[in-house]
């Protein structure tokens, strides 16, 4: 096997047993790796009736056969588990330097099932891994705890820790990497916190990757590299982060405002766009493992109640959930927001957006004194989100912490009092920082059959439609106008596909739009020692993203559950997209129709499970 | 070309098109926020069909031809196209993804002007008209 190694560690953390775990090399051909591949180990190993923090679920990290490809955009890794926080399949992509370190290492993949007796960290070395308990690790913030395990095992050891929110169940918190990427989405560090396990730490003496072809190999990667390092808009991401382009999407109408309520504010695209971040307190950029865009930041604060030493900056979003979002103009506010959330461990999408619903809801009237504990945010006030949010929710300390920790969905449910007219979400998942009503509509099809719920990088449709796609080779040559549904049904088709794969691949979708359609293929041959055509490689993309529904489909989900929250399809105040409809049903429909996929249940039929291999599936679906 | 019968009719617009924008206050701090001395290539359709912006040290100049100086940032696309651009009917990210756009260097402070690309047009269409050129704005 090239590219990918064929095995995975089993961990089972209730017995303290490791375990060497051969998936089938087919199912490395169909499901390409990451989100593709963990969800067929999840459909095989997975219990459909654990809760999503018992000791029966799975937690599964998945490489894509690229990661150790020395290849600007290769380094990511799929994380995915049940969800806590939206109860179905979720998957999650890092970037960092993990990835390529645990494909030297001799591995594909981790799967995680079980809860330590004591808190404990797993120790992976070449070829073999152990489970030390660490109880002295438990409680500490994501900062202190890597910091620790980087004294005890070494600088070049890497790392995958939890924070307090992990430790403390909070249904959003994430898994950090370094201290810096997280799988940041649908709350994967609850799982890793339900399991006692605070991190896991690696360190490889390989550094070689083992391709099928390395000549031709290299060939493809410096050709890709170079187009990389001349790329125009990864140019200006390096210069200026994942926000360069800030102050454009404001004046499309894509910065979601106070809880999506607004559509434009001109004077907050300046003061919060990726160039003023280079200018007030970048220190320099950062980047994932072999990649040359540095789009990461890292930034420091000298002075003011926001002051922050020299560490992770904020990319886009959650440059908009702590600014934008809230209602907040501050971007040292911002940097620090940032910074906490980062340490508590928590998904800072998530809860921004969750804070943004109970400010709302709040001076709504529908949150009295006695459910806040007298604590009353506004908009705009970062400084008490900062000092009493962040923490309370991180501690489930209080009413107002303990609620909001379920994020803005539950909390809204037990709330009630029509309080959930406040959320934007898609199956539980609070929306990333897109407003379809203005970054396109075509994003509204795309967040609503995204199989974790609102995702914005579930496909490149975000990039589709503002014209950084083309691939006449598969039939995607549309010139799309953001601000309506023409082509739209047709172009997701393209969108969901391509996703699937690139979050299989576990590429980043930066540098993905740099490789064209020919190559990805050549990619897949070169490295993995594929035999694939184009049609092969767009079949897999499909395969996994009908796999994915028929996962959703076992936990109850069904075609009513591709929707979005009223208020992004309710046409917006102001702004560029002012007034404008999405014409949301009809997409949607299309969309099925193109997919096969039945108008009730959401799931395709048998004969285009069988067409796409996945007969073993659809028989246990829908019998034999 | 499709819109102009020669190499020095999109060159005499662009040019009146940037003098005007120098006086719109919005536009004219914008371009200086670029500090970027920008040409603006279209030598592909006649050797002197390209025009210069220099907007470094607080101040815009434009002028025909290529800088003297070495450029901070080259635009290359066909006089149509920039045609197209100035009156806001091509996207630019489209443009540079298809290569009808092709950019070398800093992108930037280009960017930081695209969302005022509405009222770049509206300028060109008043410019267009004024030179008698009413037939080529682009409804």
């Known amino acids: 096997m090239t590219g990918n190694t064929g095995h995975f560690l089993r961990v089972d953390l209730t017995v303290d047993s490791i375990s060497l775990f051969e998936p089938p090399p087919n199912y490395y051909t169909r499901f390409v790796g990451g989100s593709g591949l963990a969800a067929k180990l999840f459909w095989e190993n997975g219990d459909f009736k654990a809760d999503a923090l018992s000791p029966e679920s799975l937690l599964i990290f998945a490489l894509g056969p690229f990661a150790g490809l020395r290849l600007s955009g290769a380094s990511r890794f799929s994380a995915a588990a049940r969800s806590p926080l939206t109860g179905h399949w979720a998957d999650s992509s890092c970037g960092g330097n993990f990835a390529p370190e645990l494909r030297f290492a001799g591995f594909d993949g981790i799967l995680i099932s079980g809860v330590a007796r004591v808190p404990s960290i797993l120790v992976v070395t070449d070829h073999s891994a152990r489970i030390e308990s660490s109880p002295e690790l438990w409680e500490l913030g994501v900062e202190a705890a890597t910091a620790s395990l980087k004294q005890r095992f070494g600088r070049s050891y890497k790392t995958l820790v939890i924070g307090p929110a992990g430790e403390n169940l909070v249904k959003f918190a994430c898994i950090m990497n370094d201290g810096h990427d997280a799988f940041g989405r649908a709350g994967l560090g609850a799982v890793m916190g339900s399991k006692r396990l605070k991190a896991i730490v690696l360190k490889s003496s390989n550094k070689d990757l083992l391709v099928a072809d390395q000549a031709k190999c290299r060939e493809l990667v410096t050709e890709l590299n170079n187009r990389v390092k001349e790329s125009v808009t990864l140019n200006v991401m390096k210069e200026n982060g994942t926000a360069a382009n800030l102050e454009g999407g404001v004046h499309l109408g894509d910065v979601p405002i106070r809880n999506f309520t607004s559509n434009f504010w001109e004077d907050m695209s300046d003061a919060l766009t990726g160039s003023t971040l280079s200018e007030k307190y970048l220190i320099r950029g950062a980047n994932c493992a072999f990649c040359s865009v540095a789009c990461k930041r890292i930034v420091q604060i000298d002075e003011g109640p926001f002051a922050i030493p020299k560490g992770p900056g904020p990319e886009y979003e959650t440059i908009a959930a702590f600014g934008s979002l809230l209602g907040s103009m501050d971007l040292a506010a911002v940097c620090k927001a940032g910074r906490v959330c980062n340490d508590l461990g928590m998904d800072t999408i998530s809860c921004g957006a969750t804070i943004a619903w109970v400010i709302e809801a709040s001076e709504k009237g529908h949150i009295g004194a006695d459910q806040s504990d007298g604590l009353k945010v506004k908009w705009g006030d970062i400084q008490t989100v900062i000092d009493e949010l962040l923490p309370s929710i991180a501690q489930k300390r209080g009413k107002l912490g303990a609620l909001l920790a379920e994020g803005s969905v539950a909390a809204a449910r037990r709330i009630g009092r029509n309080s959930n007219e406040y959320t934007v979400h898609s199956k539980g998942l609070e929306a990333p920082m897109h407003d379809p009503r203005g970054g396109g509509h075509g994003l509204a099809l795309t967040y609503s059959v995204s199989h974790r719920g609102a995702c914005h990088v579930s496909s490149p449709m975000l990039f589709m439609e503002m014209g950084a796609c083309y691939y006449p080779e598969i039939g995607f040559d549309y010139e799309l106008e953001p601000l309506s549904s023409e082509n739209k049904p047709e172009s997701a088709v393209v969108a969901m596909t391509l996703g699937a794969l690139e979050n299989s691949a576990c590429m980043c979708q930066f540098a993905d739009r740099e490789i064209t359609i020919p190559e990805w293929v050549q990619l897949f041959n070169v490295v993995a020692g594929l035999d694939w055509e184009i049609d092969h490689m767009m079949k897999a993309g499909r395969r996994i993203f009908y796999l994915q529904r028929l996962i959703n489909y076992r936990y109850g989900l069904r075609a009513k559950d591709d929707h979005l929250s009223p208020r992004l399809l309710t046409p917006a105040v102001d702004g560029a997209p002012e007034g404008i409809e999405i014409d949301f049903e009809k997409m949607k429909t299309k969309f099925y129709k193109l997919m096969d996929l039945d108008q009730i249940s959401g799931i395709p039929s048998k004969k285009t499970l069988q067409d796409h291999n996945l007969e073993l599936e659809a028989d246990t679906i829908l019998g034999e | ?139």
């Open chain 2, 1 to 139: 070309m499709e819109f102009w019968k020669d190499e020095t009719e999109p060159i005499k617009a662009f040019i009146e098109l940037f003098e005007r924008a120098k006086h719109d206050t919005e536009l004219a701090e914008g371009l200086k926020k670029v500090n970027q001395l920008i040409w603006f290539d279209y030598t592909e359709d006649g050797p002197s069909c390209s025009f210069h912006v220099d907007c470094r040290g607080g101040d815009v100049k434009v002028a025909p031809g290529k800088p003297s100086d070495q450029p901070d940032l080259t635009m290359s696309l066909s006089a149509d196209d920039a045609h197209r651009s100035w009156s806001n009917k091509l996207n630019p990210v489209m443009a540079i993804t298809r290569k009808k756009i092709r950019i070398k260097g800093s992108a930037t402070g280009l960017l930081k002007l695209a969302p005022k690309l509405k009222k770049v047009a509206v300028i060109y269409s008043g410019t267009l008209k004024d030179l008698g050129w009413e037939s080529k704005i682009l409804s």
